[in-house]
Nanobody
Framework: QVQLVESGGGLVQAGGSLRLSCAAS????????MGWFRQAPGKEREFVAT???????FYVDSVKGRFTISRDNAKNTVYLQMNSLKQEDTAVYYC??????????????WGQGTQVTVSS
C-alpha cells in the first residue's frame, strides 16, 4: 500500500500556472502507475492524467497541451504542471496510485486532495 499527500494548490488567475506535487510513502512507489484526478463541486471525480512506472503518459482531452504529469521515482514524488489555467479547471485535485496507467478506473489509493481555484 502507498500513502499519498498532495500539495501546491491555491488561487490563480485564468491563464496562470500552478504546479502540484504528490509525496508518496512506500518502498514500491516506482512500481505504481500514478495519476491525478479532480472533482468540482456537484460533479463526479474525473480522470486528469496518469503516468506509468516508466513515464508513459495519458491525459484527458481537455488538458492536453496545457498540463504535464511527471514523476521522480528517486524522490517518491509525482507532479502536475498546469499551464494556461481556465476557470473550468477549478476543483479539488487528488493524487492516486494504481496498477495500469491506461486504466483510470483501477486507481485504488488516494491522497486527501488539494484545492485549485482559478479566478477570472
Amino acid at each position: 500500500q502507498v500513502q499519498l499527500v498532495e500539495s501546491g494548490g491555491g488561487l490563480v488567475q485564468a491563464g496562470g500556472s500552478l504546479r502540484l506535487s504528490c509525496a508518496a510513502s512506500g518502498r514500491t512507489f516506482s512500481r505504481y502507475a500514478m495519476g491525478w484526478f479532480r472533482q468540482a463541486p456537484g460533479k463526479e471525480r474525473e480522470f486528469v492524467a496518469t503516468i506509468s512506472s516508466s513515464s508513459f503518459t495519458f491525459y484527458v482531452d481537455s488538458v492536453k497541451g496545457r498540463f504535464t504529469i511527471s514523476r521522480d521515482n528517486a524522490k517518491n514524488t509525482v507532479y502536475l504542471q498546469m499551464n494556461s489555467l481556465k476557470q473550468e479547471d477549478t476543483a479539488v485535485y487528488y493524487c492516486a496510485a494504481g496498477a495500469y496507467y491506461r486504466d483510470p478506473s483501477g486507481f485504488d489509493y488516494w491522497g486527501q486532495g488539494t484545492q485549485v481555484t482559478v479566478s477570472s
